[in-house]
Each structure stands twice: as C-alpha cells, then as structure tokens.
C-alpha cells in the first residue's frame, strides 16, 4: 500500500523538507496553489500565535524554515510541497526515468494523455539506470512520490519499492 503524502513528508530529512518548503512557497503556478498557500499559512498562524498576514509577510526562507519544522501536514499540502521539490530540483532525475521507460514528456513533466502502468521489469530496469547518476535516497523519494500521487499507474512500484516500515 502506497504511503501517504504528508507520512513521505514527516519521513524526509530536514535539508530536503526545507527545500521542498521553499520550493512550495515558490509556486505561484500551478492548480489551486494559492488555496494551499493559504492553508499552509493558517497553520503556521496557529502554531507560531502569528496573525496569517504576518506570515504572509515573511521572507521565503523564514516561512520555508517554519514549514518544514512542521510534521503533521495535510495530504493535500505535503503534496504540493513534494510535486513543487521534484520540479524545482529534480528535472534531470524525473527526465532520466521517464526517458528510461520510453514515456513522452517536457522536462520530466509527462505529456502523454494515458500512461499504461509500466511493468515491474521495466521499472526495476529504469531504477538500475537511475542508479548509475542518482543516488539510492533521491531515487526512492520519486519513485515512492509517484505512488502516493498515482497509485493506479504506478502500481508495480509498490512490489519494487518493497515492505516499508
């Protein structure tokens, strides 16, 4: 069974959760991303006694700090945070795995209308390429964020990414 967004979050190192924060408070484009900042806010307001004005006044960097000292994270907001990382610092990796199963996409960034859930053959020979320029830790947090996101297609990275604690 895939792990949820916000259990990837808590599991994170604090380097990563901290620029998965930044990049999170970076986003300014994609879908609904100012209802989620807003969220994120509200929580920080509640957990710092700070009105969500002024911490929508705090630099990137002071409000990514604050974030990612945050366990507890919804779903929806751990995966924007994690979606905005791989996107901002983690192209090359997406691209390189995508290429290694033949899937159409823009910079790491799948193109294709459909994607059929590639095999647990094809994906154990993407993760060995991988593994030739990524190291083991940057690989999984994809591979385990493409499964918590979209289980349905990516169903056979469950088996490769084996029993999770």
Avoid: C
């Amino acid at each position: 069974m895939p792990e949820k967004p916000s259990r990837l979050w808590k599991d994170l190192p604090p380097e990563i959760r901290f620029d998965a924060a930044l990049a999170f408070w970076r986003d300014t484009e994609s879908p609904d991303i100012a209802a989620q900042h807003a969220e994120a806010m509200a929580l920080l307001a509640r957990r710092l006694n700070f009105r969500a004005k002024s911490i929508q006044a705090l630099a990137l960097d002071r409000r990514a700090r604050h974030l990612s000292h945050v366990n507890d994270l919804s779903d929806l907001v751990a995966t924007r945070a994690l979606i905005a990382y791989h996107f901002a610092n983690k192209r090359a990796l997406m691209a390189a795995f995508l290429d290694a199963l033949g899937i159409a996409h823009e910079s790491g960034l799948i193109t294709a209308e459909e994607v059929s859930p590639p095999s647990l053959e094809a994906l154990t020979g993407a993760r060995e390429r991988l593994k030739e320029t990524f190291g083991e830790a940057e690989i999984d947090l994809y591979l385990k964020t493409l499964l918590a996101l979209d289980a349905d297609t990516w169903v056979n990275l469950d088996t490769l990414l084996g029993p999770r604690s």
